[in-house]
């Protein structure tokens, strides 16, 4: 048995997957608290992230923790928020993986060369570019494609 699964983790190394497991609510209800995912470490070394992605990323204010967001914002877009709703380059977002939307407005801001602007999914209870600003691409560690773990998670991401 310990040899299966020492050949599976060999299997994720070479894809470049790797383990992590989410702290917080601010990806419900997609990705809940204490769940494992996937991380694709070789995603943005081969391509750009793109917007409506799941990122990981470690960010100034929990060295040691990985960050779970979505991509809204790429380099160049305006972004403002109204009333908890995105406006991107002058157009309101169709969102549907948002649930917990908040009543929050940011006034319009555009994404610096190099960086991207994340929200969590649950708008309600999410600490994101909203409150500490954009992720710089130096900070990604690739891009969270499957859930593990619930098995009531079990599949890819979106």
């Known amino acids: 048995m310990w040899q299966f699964a020492l ?7 070479i894809m ?8 917080g609510l601010s990806m419900e209800p997609r990705i809940d608290e204490d769940e494992y995912v ?21 960010h100034e204010r929990s060295a040691p923790s990985v960050y779970l967001k979505r991509v809204i914002g790429l380099p160049g877009d305006r972004i403002r928020i109204e009333r908890g709703h995105v406006v991107l380059n002058g157009l309101e977002q169709p969102e549907p993986y948002v649930q917990f939307r908040d009543e929050r407005s940011s006034a319009e801001t555009v994404v610096p060369p190099g960086a991207y602007y994340v ?19 130096a900070d990604l560690i690739g891009r969270a494609v499957f859930g593990v773990w619930p098995l009531g998670h079990f ?4």
């Open 7 to 13: 050949l599976v983790l060999l299997l994720f190394a």
């Open 16 to 23: 470049g997957l790797r383990p992590g497991q989410v702290s």
């Open 38 to 58: 996937l991380i694709n470490a070789l995603a943005y070394r081969l391509g750009e992230p793109q917007r409506g992605d799941i990122v990981a990323f470690r």
């Open 119 to 137: 929200l969590g999914d649950n708008r309600a209870n999410s600490d994101d570019s909203r409150t500490w600003g954009f992720v710089p691409v």
């Open 155 to 158: 599949g890819t991401l979106k």
